[in-house]
T-cell receptor, first 113, second 111 residues
Framework: EAEVAQSPRYKITEKSQAVAFWCDPI?????LYWYRQILGQGPELLVQ????????DSQLPKDRFSAERLKGVDSTLKIQPAELGDSAMYLC???????????FGQGTRLTVV | KQEVTQIPAALSVPEGENLVLNCSFT??????LQWFRQDPGKGLTSLLL?????REQTSGRLNASLDKSSGRSTLYIAASQPGDSATYLC??????????FGAGTTVTVRA
C-alpha cells in the first residue's frame, strides 16, 4: 500500500544547529504539506506545495525555516538555527487533488536541547 | 480565518459504549472535511473523508455526519473497543486546498 515516507523518525539536536527533514509523498500526489504539531495541539500548516511551487508559506518562520520541492516530488524542510521552541512533531502529508483524501507520514519528532 | 474546535478535549467510556465526537468550524465555505486518528507519537491515519455535498459517510463501525450550514460534523464510533483509544482530529479543507485542524479529542476506552 502506498504511503508517505518521512525521515528521520527522531532527531535530537542542539540549539543553534541546523536540522533537515525529508519527505517522499505518494506517487502522483501533486499537493504536499508540511505541518508542525506541538504536544497536545492540532497540526499547524508550515508550507504547502503544488507540484514544485509554494502555494502557502504564510506561517513559515522564514528567518530560520526553508522548504523546497525542486522536482515536484520529494521535499526537504530545513531549520537553521534550531531553537528550543522548535521541539515538536513535523508531519508531511500529500493529496492527489482538492477533493481527495490527504495522507500523512509517520512524522519526525524533533527535540532541541 | 477558519477556526476548528473539538469538544470535549478528552473522553473516557467503558468498552461497548458508543462514542460521539464533535467538530465545529466557523467558515462554512469548505470543500470537504476529513477525520483522522492519531496514536501517541505517531502520524495521522485517515478515517473518513466527507465532501461538502454529502450529509454522511460510513466505514465499518464509523459514521461521520456533516451539517455545513451550521458548521458542524460528528463522528460516531459504534460499540467502542479498547483499541479505539487514541486522539481523533478533524480537519476542514478550504478551496485553497489548505487543511485546518482542530486540537483533537483524546478517547480512552476502558476494558
Amino acid at each position: 500500500e502506498a504511503e508517505v515516507a518521512q525521515s528521520p523518525r527522531y532527531k535530537i539536536t542542539e540549539k543553534s544547529q541546523a536540522v533537515a527533514f525529508w519527505c517522499d509523498p505518494i506517487s502522483g500526489h501533486a499537493t504536499l504539506y508540511w505541518y508542525r504539531q506541538i504536544l497536545g495541539q492540532g497540526p499547524e500548516l508550515l508550507v504547502q506545495f503544488q507540484d514544485e511551487s509554494v502555494v502557502d508559506d504564510s506561517q513559515l518562520p522564514k528567518d530560520r525555516f526553508s522548504a523546497e520541492r525542486l522536482k515536484g516530488v520529494d521535499s526537504t524542510l530545513k531549520i537553521q538555527p534550531a531553537e528550543l521552541g522548535d521541539s515538536a512533531m513535523y508531519l508531511c502529508a500529500s493529496t492527489e487533488g482538492s477533493n481527495t483524501e490527504a495522507f500523512f507520514g509517520q512524522g519526525t519528532r524533533l527535540t532541541v536541547v | 480565518k477558519q477556526e476548528v474546535t473539538q469538544i470535549p478535549a478528552a473522553l473516557s467510556v467503558p468498552e461497548g459504549e458508543n462514542l460521539v465526537l464533535n467538530c465545529s468550524f466557523t467558515d462554512s465555505a469548505i470543500y470537504n472535511l476529513q477525520w483522522f486518528r492519531q496514536d501517541p507519537g505517531k502520524g495521522l491515519t485517515s478515517l473518513l473523508l466527507i465532501q461538502s455535498s454529502q450529509r454522511e459517510q460510513t466505514s465499518g463501525r464509523l459514521n461521520a455526519s456533516l451539517d455545513k450550514s451550521s458548521g458542524r460534523s460528528t463522528l460516531y464510533i459504534a460499540a467502542s473497543q479498547p483499541g479505539d483509544s487514541a486522539t481523533y482530529l478533524c480537519a476542514v479543507r478550504m478551496f485553497s486546498v489548505k487543511l485546518s485542524f482542530g486540537a483533537g479529542t483524546t478517547v480512552t476506552v476502558r476494558a
